[in-house]
């Protein structure tokens, strides 16, 4: 017997010091690494390079890991071993550390395969290749674009003959996902992730035309889905390893063609004892579809996460964000606050007409106007695989050539109204406008009268805005304890000698962690003023006043220029046009008002 090595890798990111983002626990699992570990550990079982060869798999997630790179390239290298190391999942952000690990590898004679966004977006947007996928096909790395699903046991026989091909652009071929391999992580990788919780994906693919974003591009704009037997199973399979918490990866639940079937399935389970918890993402109109929310909350959803990205109607009509409704954004969060979710959402800024001035004057406007629980903050950057970057390539944009800063964190490109330092200034502030103590209590007090625990917003306060705050890193790279390996530092920063590092990071980490848990003892005590509060839940504001006609009402956001009064006036519009088709169905179906 033979054995061929897979050894799968979710590679990290370099923090604004070139060292290796890592954690005692990472918060947010790797759908990508799940996928491709089972669609793996299934062609090993089914033998698919032959009954005489062993296929053993592997997989790391470097955020809550050291990459063991020596050990690997030993076990691939031993008489009668071989081998393929998967890069995947990798992201604009993280190709750097993945090209960084990939060159180890290779300088072993490992094979390497990156795949994931980055490579998929380059190929599916771009005329030329790219010159960083260049320098990984230079170094004999192979590149793997679109999904794995049915394409994996093809790459893995090739490797194996010898006869891989540099590139394997699968993207013209993306898979209906009925039948196929379902994602799964072991427990021992899972109990590495924020009490316990794993991934999966329900579907693929979004029909918006979003020009900042990759998945469109990427996953393509179909659904496609999953069925709810697959979805039983993945839940059964889980809640026997005691796994009962998840994020639901996909881009767009709400526009799963199949979201019904699944949700009833998830009720079915949570019946009988088989219950889970999850976050899924959403659009702003999810509510609209009639009994969503409610089945959503009933099927075990907790957060839901919501790109609702601007309240000023300008930015949505620059970024194509046209199923952004303004005059939906108070009844959409008051549907999901009043069927006990916590509400969680996305926000771009420097967009081009946004000014530090114009950004907090808009964040304000959330505070009073909407009931958002969290807020997070990312900077519009070109995304290799978004329509945005595409553009900016053509017409020859300058784009920041070191894709480490895509990290939707750092300023990228120009801005026709902020320097770069006044726009990295605001990003920074901008986290400060939001959660301040006195909107924190409003949230929490928000919160108490629909019932909702105000311990559920302190811990998420903690995370979201203790990883800008506390940590210097976005909430997506976030985790419990930051690793900080001396040696794992980007080539071209000096690493420092151990008598001058270690104290240094044991001394700014007492630092940081004490002031984290004075915070957090300050917001906990805030917390439980509330709860003990026999007033909590009376309490009432705008943003929780139920919305009759949002299209009648008048909200500063409502005024901020003309393309807000301009959506408010067609949602008037449509409003009376409904108002005048109901009359006139009423009519018909009243004979006296027909003999009228």
């Known amino acids: 017997m033979r054995t061929f090595h897979v050894e799968i890798i979710k590679p990290s990111h370099y923090d604004k010091d070139g060292y290796v983002i890592q954690w005692w626990k990472a918060w947010i699992p790797s759908n990508s690494m799940a996928c491709l570990n089972a669609i793996a550990r299934t062609s090993a079982e089914r033998q698919v390079l032959g009954p005489d060869v062993a296929i053993e798999v592997n997989a790391y997630d470097e955020m809550n890991i050291r990459v063991p790179v020596e050990e690997i390239s030993a076990r691939i290298g031993r008489v009668g071993h071989s081998g393929l190391v998967c890069l995947v999942g990798v992201q604009s952000n993280q190709f750097p550390r993945a090209m960084a690990l990939a060159r180890r590898f290779r300088a072993a004679g490992v094979p390497v395969a ?14 030329d290749l790219p010159a960083e996928l260049q320098e990984a096909l230079d170094l004999g790395i192979i590149l793997f674009a679109g999904e794995a699903e049915e394409h994996f046991d093809s790459l893995l026989r090739d490797v194996d003959n010898g006869t891989a091909q540099s590139i394997y652009n699968c993207m013209d071929d993306l898979p209906s996902l009925q039948g196929q391999t379902t994602p ?20 693929r693919g979004c029909p918006f035309q979003c020009s900042f974003c990759t998945i469109i591009n990427v996953q393509g704009r179909k659904s496609r889905w999953r069925d709810a037997d697959d979805i039983e199973a993945i839940v059964r399979k889980n809640h026997a390893e005691g796994i009962r918490r998840f994020f639901v990866t996909d881009d767009n639940f709400a526009r799963n063609k199949n979201w019904e079937a699944i949700f009833d399935r998830l009720i079915a389970l949570r019946a009988e004892g088989c219950g889970i918890d999850f976050l899924i993402q959403v659009d702003t109109l999810a509510h609209k579809i009639p009994g969503f929310v409610q089945k959503a909350a009933r099927a075990g959803c907790k957060f839901v996460f919501v790109g609702l990205e601007s309240v000023n109607a300008e ?28 509400t969680y959402a996305g ?44 553009n900016g390539v ?25 320097s770069a330092e006044a726009w990295q200034q605001a990003y920074r502030d901008i986290w400060d406008w939001y959660y301040t103590d006195a909107h924190i209590e409003r949230i929490m007090r928000r919160n108490a009268a629909y019932g909702i625990k105000p311990v559920k917003i302190w811990h998420s306060v903690l995370q979201v ?13 976030c985790g419990y304890l930051r690793r900080k390996d001396r040696l794992e530092r980007r080539a071209d920063m ?36 509330i709860a003990w509060d026999p007033e909590a839940k009376s309490y009432s504001d705008l943003a929780i006043t139920p919305v009759i006609e949002a299209e009648t ?19 008037r519009r449509q409003a009376e046009d409904r108002r005048q088709r109901h009359v006139l169905a009423s009519k018909e179906d009243n004979p006296l008002a027909k003999a009228g």
């Open 114 to 127: 990156i795949g994931g966004f980055h490579v998929s977006g380059s190929l599916a947007m771009l005329k």
């Open 184 to 203: 799964y992580l072991p427990q021992r990788l899972v109990k590495r992730y924020d009490g316990v919780v794993s991934s999966f994906d329900a579907g």
């Open 315 to 342: 930015n949505l009509l620059q970024m194509k964000k046209n199923q952004n409704r303004i005059t939906e954004y108070r009844k959409m969060f008051q549907a999901w606050k009043s069927a006990g979710v916590i």
């Open 347 to 390: 926000y771009i800024m420097g967009l081009p007409g946004d000014t530090p001035e114009t950004l907090k004057r808009d964040i304000e406007i959330v505070q009073r106007e909407l009931p958002v629980d969290v807020l997070e903050f990312t900077m519009l950057t070109p995304l290799p695989g978004s329509e945005d970057h595409k």
């Open 394 to 418: 053509e017409a020859g944009t300058w784009m920041d050539p070191d894709l480490n800063k895509y990290d939707l964190e750092s300023v990228t490109i120009a801005h026709p109204r902020m």
């Open 465 to 477: 805005y203790g990883a800008p705050k506390f940590e210097g890193v976005h909430p997506q790279q």
């Open 494 to 529: 000096p690493r420092p000698a151990a008598a001058v590092f270690y104290p240094l990071y044991l001394a700014e980490s007492a630092a940081k962690y004490l002031r984290f848990g004075a915070y957090a003892w300050k917001i906990h005590r805030m917390r439980k003023r």
């Open 553 to 571: 009402e008048t909200l500063e956001m409502f005024a901020l220029n003309d393309q807000a009064r301009a959506a408010v006036e067609k949602a």
